[in-house]
């Protein structure tokens, strides 16, 4: 390594303060003007560092940043409960549609009360509308092990068998 | 008389083991010891000074948000330096690339040479604005570098770089630095 890269390598250290040249690194910084310049440049670096403006309360900022890192955990609690309790509801509906689909045509239509006890959630009025619009994204998709009405199917159903279904969702 | 026990300061790495078992108080000692030298990193990358405190609150938040991205490979100061240079990055997309380095007003000090104070203000000013228009990476590891006296392998596990690109990108920033304040 020749001097000039080893005297770099040594310049932050001793412009911090933390170390002091070697009487060969005093003579070649001596010598060479290359190494001045980056030298002065360091001088100037951990100058504007040591002089630079800050933070003006360190301890008011722990406060403020506990009560945003507290707030932050709360409402992150809240959405997982949302997904949770929407990813519940998507699974619940997705079994509603299951059943209608294969309930008899010559039986009545669910009703709202069977329709309420397969989808007791009313904790859905408190949903967000982007956590809305998810519920509505998963209920799309089937539920793996169960036989569902997935869009290829839809068409093998009467128009009344149809009015049916369509009557569950709108309860 | 005996001296009282010496007590260590605990390490950075218990602070934030401690953290992550719900000790609060680790997370303000951590802040304490490290929003200083963060806000001087952001006003040396060319953060105005009227924002520091918001830019040090938004990167130390991002941090404890994802304290268990922290390996421990590079410092807790280094890698909060990296987080705060990205607050800075993303403050500077959101005002779209509108000039973010401010021209501070100079005060002169009150000395008995004020034209060498104001000499060495006008190259510290001029340093400054270098240092903030530098390619980012090579800002960062000037920084890391001058500011904190660290090496390139810290600087390398902290930027997610090789220590020898790491030397490469000071020495770029140097010999630009060089050109601009001289």
New interface residues.
């Given amino acids: 390594m020749n001097a000039c890269v080893s005297l770099?390598d040594r310049m932050?250290?001793v412009?911090?303060g933390?170390s002091d040249w070697s009487p060969e690194d005093a003579a070649h910084l001596a010598d060479c003007a290359e190494c001045q310049?980056?030298w002065?440049?360091?001088v100037?670096?951990?100058?504007?560092?040591e002089?630079?403006?800050?933070?003006?309360?360190?301890?008011g900022?722990?406060?403020?940043?506990?009560l945003?890192?507290a707030q932050?955990r709360a409402g992150r609690t809240t959405l997982r409960r949302g997904w949770l309790i929407g990813g519940t509801a998507a699974t619940a509906a997705a079994l509603v549609l299951a059943v209608a689909s294969t309930r008899p045509a010559d039986q009545a239509p669910i009703t709202t009360a069977e329709a309420d006890a397969l989808l007791p959630l009313p904790e859905l009025e408190g949903l967000e509308t982007a956590q809305l619009d998810t519920l509505l994204n998963t209920i799309d998709r089937p539920v793996a092990g169960t036989s569902t009405l997935d869009a290829s199917t839809m068409g093998e159903h009467e128009g009344e068998e149809l009015e049916q279904v369509f009557a569950t969702w709108e309860g | 008389m005996s001296a009282a026990p010496v007590l260590e300061s605990p390490s950075d790495h218990a602070l934030a083991a401690a953290y992550r078992a719900g000790d609060?108080e680790a997370?303000?000692e951590l802040?304490?010891r490290h929003?200083?030298?963060?806000?001087?990193?952001l006003?040396?990358s060319g953060a105005a000074?009227d924002e520091?405190?918001d830019l040090?609150?938004e990167a130390?938040?991002r941090a404890?948000?994802r304290l268990d991205g922290w390996r421990g490979e590079a410092s807790f100061r280094s890698w909060l330096f990296v987080i705060g240079s990205n607050v800075l990055r993303d403050e500077y997309r959101r005002r779209k690339g509108r000039q973010i380095v401010s021209l501070e007003d100079r005060d002169l000090p009150d000395r008995a040479d004020p034209h060498a104070d104001l000499a060495?203000n006008e190259?510290?000013e001029r340093?400054?604005q270098g240092?903030a228009t530098l390619p980012r990476l090579q800002r960062e590891v000037?920084?890391l570098?001058?500011?904190q006296?660290?090496g390139y392998t810290e600087i390398a596990s902290a930027l997610g770089t090789t220590p020898g690109a790491a030397r490469v990108h000071y020495?770029h920033a140097?010999r630009r630095?060089?050109e601009m304040?001289?």
């Fill in positions: 770099s932050p250290e412009a911090l933390r310049a980056e002065r440049l360091l100037a670096a951990a100058a504007l560092a002089s630079a403006p800050t933070v003006a309360d360190p301890v900022l722990a406060a403020a940043l506990r945003r890192l932050d | 609060e997370a303000a802040v304490r929003a200083p030298a963060l806000g001087r990193f006003y040396t000074r520091i405190d040090v609150q130390l938040f404890f948000r060495a190259t510290a340093l400054r240092v000037f920084l570098r001058t500011q006296g660290a020495h140097v630095l060089k304040v001289t």
